[in-house]
């Protein structure tokens, strides 16, 4: 897992301001991480500039865990 | 107080009298300022006017590329959106019984719709600097009702509600949005008005007077600036007494 989902940690943590040990893959954004529905329109945001890629709408609400992340973008880059 | 410097904004509707004077008191405060409209002449006699920190940007805000589009133009003339006025409007009045689908489609794709497709578009950028002002020039007859404008008023008065929910939004970032409501305000418009008419208007108005165009800029100066970032989903207005609300 790798790069990709060091990155996507990586960001998770900066942007939530949570413990980097809290962000596992089953991790829910809103229910575990604290995050609020903006937070993830901004994680989509962020990961779509990290990244390189573009996150449509419905496939953004498909991303709910930091796993459902890190499997969308090794599909997308 | 009220200073602008390093801040960017786009105005639209600047070939107008308002727009201009908005343009005008922001830029004055420091601001970069990207000046968006139809008629590119007037546009482009106002930048040159302004000098340094002045760049136009064309659109037809009837147009649903063009509000995502406008947004793109001027964050890249600018560097960024920290400010967006919404000032273009149009109208197209008629009484309620007589007006046509076209008429009501119109002002409420120019003054609503347009409005929210630029607002979404210059989002992602406020966000992201935890920082941004949208002010959006609604109009006293939002709030009271004007025979002949049913589509105007319920465009005005629908800017109301969505500035205050977007407000709710995205309080927690920095981000403010509020409404500036103009009585009547001298511009060419309100020249053409015969004495009678005028006299009707001005009877109506505690001020005993129109309001200018700088009167309207200078709300929006507050409104934009950083001594405001306790205001927001806020409806100043500026109408010399003629509706307190």
């Given at each position: ?15 939530l301001g949570v413990?980097?040990?809290k ?6 954004f809103i229910d575990d991480l604290g995050a609020d529905?903006?937070d ?38 | ?245």
């Amino acid at each position: 897992m790798s790069d990709i989902a060091d990155r996507v940690k990586k960001i998770v943590v900066e942007h939530l301001g949570v413990e980097e040990d809290k962000v596992v893959e089953s991790a829910s954004f809103i229910d575990d991480l604290g995050a609020d529905s903006l937070d993830t329109v901004e994680l989509v945001m962020a990961f779509e500039e990290e990244f390189g890629i573009e996150i449509p709408d419905d496939a953004a609400e498909t991303i709910q865990t930091v796993g459902d992340a890190v499997t969308f973008i090794k599909g997308a880059v | 107080m009220f200073d602008l410097t390093g801040k960017t904004a786009l105005v639209t509707g600047a070939s107008g009298g308002i727009g201009g004077a908005i343009a005008q008191a922001l830029h004055g405060a420091g601001a970069t300022v990207a000046l968006s409209g139809t008629r590119e002449g007037p546009l482009n006699d106002l930048a040159s006017a302004l000098g340094d920190r002045a760049h136009v940007v064309p659109a037809n805000l009837s147009n649903a590329e063009a509000a995502a589009g406008l947004i793109k133009d001027a964050a890249a003339a600018m560097g960024s959106v920290d400010i967006l006025v919404n000032n273009a409007g149009i109208t197209r009045d008629n009484l309620f019984m007589r007006m046509s689908d076209e008429e009501w489609s119109q002002v409420m794709d120019v003054n609503l719709t347009g409005v929210f497709r630029l607002s979404r578009a210059a989002l992602r950028g406020m966000m992201k600097s935890r920082w941004g002002r949208i002010v959006n020039i609604t109009s006293v007859v939002g709030a009271t009702g004007n025979p002949g404008q049913g589509n105007y008023a319920a465009a005005k008065a629908g800017l109301v509600g969505m500035s205050k929910s977007l407000a709710y939004e995205v309080a927690s970032r920095g981000i403010t949005v509020n409404c500036v409501a103009p009585g009547f305000i001298a511009t060419p418009m309100t020249d053409s008005l015969t004495d009678d008419q005028k006299g009707k208007i001005l009877s109506q108005i505690p001020a005993g007077r129109m309001g200018t165009p700088e009167e309207i800029a200078a709300a929006v100066l507050y409104l934009a600036s950083p001594e405001a970032a306790y205001v927001t989903g806020a409806t100043l207005h500026v109408n010399g007494g003629m509706a307190m609300v």
